[in-house]
C-alpha cells in the first residue's frame, strides 16, 4: 500500500564511488523509507553489480529508449535507475531531466548530488520545515549550499548552516554564487537556489523541470529565476539536513572524459566545452542577455510574476551587471521584500561589483630585480580615471605567484558607478634609483 505522502528523491551520478554509501545513508536515516522513490541517472560503465553486492534486491528490469531500466529495493525504499553509459552523457542538467522522468506524482520532491550524508529523520524534518512553511506561501522551496563533510573523516563534519548570496558575474555576464553562514528560528526568504539541494513540492519537478540543453554553469541561476516565475518562494533552511562531499579532486569529471581527444577518436559526439557554450546562451538567452534569444520551451518563465520582479527582488540587474550596494556589502542580502527600495533607488544606486585576477607571465614581472622597491598596479576606465590601486611588495608579490601555472595572479575586487567600468590594468615597478620603471598594461 503506498504511503500517504511520498518524496521523489533525484539523483544525477556520474561515475561517483560515493554513490552507494548515499543511497545507504539516506534510507538509513529516513523516517519514512517506504515513501521513497529515488530516480538516478546513473553515468556509468552499465555493470550493476555494485547495487546487488549492496545488498539491494533486484525487482525489474526493461528497456525503455534504447536505455536499460534496473529496479531495486532496499530496506522498503524504491530505486529506479536509467543506466547510461558515461561517454553518453549530455552534462548535469541533462541527467537530472532523465531522472525527472520517473516521477509518477509523489508529494515532494528532493534534488540531490551523489556525495551527501543526512541526519536523523531528514526526511521528516525537511517535511516539516516545509508544513511550516505553506502556511504562510503555498510554494516553498528549501534550497541552499549544504555544509560539507568528506568521506576519510567523517566524524569531522562541517557544523554551520549558510544561506546563498551574490559573488561575482561571470565573463558570460550570468550572476555567480557564494555563501555565508547565518542562524535563524525558521528558514529565511532568499532569492537563489542550489543543485545540490533542492526540497520542494512535488508539483515542481512538472513545473520547473530541470533544462536539458543546460550543461552545468548558469544551472542555478536559471532555476532560481524559473521557479521564482513560476510562483515559487525559495527559503533557506535554518538547521542542517545533509551534508555534501565538496573536494573530490581526485573524482573523474564530465569534462575530463569529453576532451577533445574524447571527440576525435569516436567515444564522443560533442566536446564538453562545445555543450557548455550552448548551453551559456541558453542561459543568457533566459536571463534577457542575448539579442537573438533561444526558444525555451517548456523550461523558460512561468506567468505568475515577471523576470523584472525576480531582478528587484535579488538587487541584480542582468543585462547592466549591476547590484544593489546592500548585495555585496557587509549585510550580503540576498534577497528584498517588496517595496526595500524605491524605483529612483533601483535606478540610481545600483553599483558595479568589479573582481577579476589578471595574470601576468614571469617575463612581465621582473619582482627579483634588487633595485625594485614596490609595484604599482592599477585598475582605469576607457577614461583613464584610476578605479582601484594595488601596491605590493617584491615579497607581497611573490606571494601572488601561482606556481601550478606559473604566472603572477593579481586579485581585484572594487565597486563602481554603473556608468564605470574598468578597462584596463596597467602594472608599473618602483625603483629606488631610477624612480618608475616601464609599464605592463592588461585588458580587464
Given at each position: 500500500?503506498?504511503?500517504?505522502?511520498?518524496?521523489?528523491?533525484?539523483?544525477?551520478?556520474?561515475?561517483?564511488?560515493?554513490?552507494?554509501?548515499?543511497?545507504?545513508?539516506?534510507?538509513?536515516?529516513?523516517?519514512?523509507?517506504?515513501?521513497?522513490?529515488?530516480?538516478?541517472?546513473?553515468?556509468?560503465?552499465?555493470?550493476?553489480?555494485?547495487?546487488?553486492?549492496?545488498?539491494?534486491?533486484?525487482?525489474?528490469?526493461?528497456?525503455?529508449?534504447?536505455?536499460?531500466?534496473?529496479?531495486?529495493?532496499?530496506?522498503?525504499?524504491?530505486?529506479?535507475?536509467?543506466?547510461?553509459?558515461?561517454?553518453?552523457?549530455?552534462?548535469?542538467?541533462?541527467?537530472?531531466?532523465?531522472?525527472?522522468?520517473?516521477?509518477?506524482?509523489?508529494?515532494?520532491?528532493?534534488?540531490?548530488?551523489?556525495?551527501?550524508?543526512f541526519i536523523h529523520h531528514w526526511d521528516s524534518e525537511a517535511i516539516a520545515m516545509m508544513k511550516s512553511l505553506q502556511k504562510r506561501c503555498p510554494k516553498p522551496i528549501l534550497s541552499t549550499y549544504p555544509p560539507?563533510?568528506?568521506?576519510?573523516?567523517?566524524?569531522?563534519?562541517?557544523?554551520?548552516?549558510?544561506?546563498?548570496?551574490?559573488?561575482?558575474?561571470?565573463?558570460?555576464?550570468?550572476?555567480?554564487?557564494?555563501?555565508?553562514?547565518?542562524?535563524?528560528?525558521?528558514?529565511?526568504?532568499?532569492?537563489?537556489?542550489?543543485?545540490?539541494?533542492?526540497?520542494?513540492?512535488?508539483?515542481?519537478?512538472?513545473?520547473?523541470?530541470?533544462?536539458?540543453?543546460?550543461?552545468?554553469?548558469?544551472?542555478?541561476?536559471?532555476?532560481?529565476?524559473?521557479?521564482?516565475?513560476?510562483?515559487?518562494?525559495?527559503?533557506?533552511?535554518?538547521?542542517?539536513?545533509?551534508?555534501?562531499?565538496?573536494?573530490?579532486?581526485?573524482?573523474?569529471?564530465?569534462?575530463?572524459?569529453?576532451?577533445?581527444?574524447?571527440?576525435?577518436?569516436?567515444?564522443?559526439?560533442?566536446?564538453?566545452?562545445?555543450?557548455?557554450?550552448?548551453?551559456?546562451?541558453?542561459?543568457?538567452?533566459?536571463?534577457?542577455?542575448?539579442?537573438?534569444?533561444?526558444?525555451?520551451?517548456?523550461?523558460?518563465?512561468?506567468?505568475?510574476?515577471?523576470?523584472?520582479?525576480?531582478?528587484?527582488?535579488?538587487?541584480?540587474?542582468?543585462?547592466?551587471?549591476?547590484?544593489?550596494?546592500?548585495?555585496?556589502?557587509?549585510?550580503?542580502?540576498?534577497?528584498?521584500?517588496?517595496?526595500?527600495?524605491?524605483?529612483?533607488?533601483?535606478?540610481?544606486?545600483?553599483?558595479?561589483?568589479?573582481?577579476?585576477?589578471?595574470?601576468?607571465?614571469?617575463?612581465?614581472?621582473?619582482?627579483?630585480?634588487?633595485?625594485?622597491?614596490?609595484?604599482?598596479?592599477?585598475?582605469?576606465?576607457?577614461?583613464?580615471?584610476?578605479?582601484?590601486?594595488?601596491?605590493?611588495?617584491?615579497?607581497?608579490?611573490?606571494?601572488?605567484?601561482?606556481?601550478?601555472?606559473?604566472?603572477?595572479?593579481?586579485?581585484?575586487?572594487?565597486?563602481?558607478?554603473?556608468?564605470?567600468?574598468?578597462?584596463?590594468?596597467?602594472?608599473?615597478?618602483?625603483?629606488?634609483?631610477?624612480?618608475?620603471?616601464?609599464?605592463?598594461?592588461?585588458?580587464?
Open positions: 500500500m503506498r504511503p500517504a505522502e511520498t518524496l521523489f528523491v533525484s539523483i544525477a551520478s556520474y561515475r561517483d564511488p560515493e554513490l552507494i554509501p548515499t543511497l545507504k545513508d539516506m534510507i538509513a536515516n529516513a523516517a519514512h523509507p517506504e515513501a521513497l522513490h529515488i530516480a538516478i541517472c546513473w553515468q556509468h560503465d552499465e555493470d550493476i553489480s555494485l547495487f546487488i553486492d549492496a545488498g539491494m534486491t533486484l525487482c525489474q528490469s526493461y528497456i525503455h529508449s534504447n536505455n536499460n531500466i534496473f529496479v531495486f529495493e532496499y530496506q522498503s525504499a524504491r530505486i529506479t535507475i536509467l543506466s547510461i553509459h558515461y561517454y553518453h552523457s549530455h552534462g548535469a542538467c541533462w541527467a537530472r531531466h532523465k531522472a525527472e522522468q520517473f516521477y509518477n506524482d509523489e508529494t515532494w520532491f528532493l534534488q540531490i548530488d551523489s556525495h551527501c550524508r560539507s563533510y568528506n568521506p576519510a573523516d567523517e566524524a569531522n563534519r562541517s557544523a554551520f548552516i549558510s544561506r546563498l548570496t551574490f559573488r561575482e558575474f561571470s565573463p558570460e555576464g550570468l550572476p555567480m554564487l557564494s555563501s555565508t553562514t547565518f542562524s535563524a528560528d525558521e528558514p529565511p526568504r532568499c532569492g537563489y537556489l542550489a543543485g545540490g539541494l533542492i526540497f520542494a513540492p512535488g508539483s515542481f519537478v512538472l513545473e520547473v523541470p530541470n533544462d536539458p540543453e543546460i550543461f552545468f554553469a548558469g544551472e542555478e541561476i536559471a532555476m532560481a529565476a524559473r521557479a521564482f516565475t513560476h510562483g515559487y518562494d525559495i527559503h533557506t533552511p535554518n538547521k542542517i539536513l545533509l551534508w555534501h562531499f565538496y573536494q573530490r579532486s581526485d573524482a573523474n569529471k564530465i569534462w575530463g572524459d569529453h576532451n577533445n581527444k574524447a571527440k576525435e577518436n569516436g567515444s564522443v559526439d560533442l566536446a564538453w566545452w562545445e555543450r557548455d557554450k550552448v548551453s551559456k546562451k541558453r542561459v543568457r538567452s533566459l536571463l534577457g542577455l542575448e539579442s537573438s534569444p533561444s526558444e525555451p520551451g517548456a523550461y523558460g518563465h512561468g506567468k505568475a510574476r515577471t523576470l523584472a520582479e525576480f531582478e528587484r527582488r535579488i538587487g541584480v540587474h542582468f543585462c547592466s551587471q549591476t547590484v544593489m550596494p546592500d548585495v555585496v556589502g557587509d549585510a550580503r542580502l540576498s534577497y528584498f521584500p517588496d517595496r526595500s527600495y524605491s524605483e529612483s533607488d533601483w535606478l540610481e544606486k545600483r553599483i558595479h561589483p568589479n573582481h577579476k585576477k589578471i595574470q601576468f607571465s614571469k617575463d612581465e614581472i621582473s619582482h627579483h630585480h634588487v633595485d625594485i622597491h614596490r609595484w604599482h598596479f592599477g585598475a582605469y576606465c576607457a577614461n583613464n580615471v584610476l578605479l582601484k590601486k594595488i601596491i605590493l611588495t617584491p615579497e607581497e608579490l611573490e606571494k601572488c605567484f601561482v606556481s601550478q601555472k606559473g604566472i603572477y595572479e593579481i586579485a581585484f575586487s572594487f565597486t563602481s558607478p554603473p556608468s564605470v567600468k574598468p578597462s584596463v590594468i596597467r602594472g608599473c615597478p618602483f625603483h629606488r634609483q631610477q624612480g618608475w620603471g616601464e609599464i605592463v598594461e592588461k585588458k580587464w
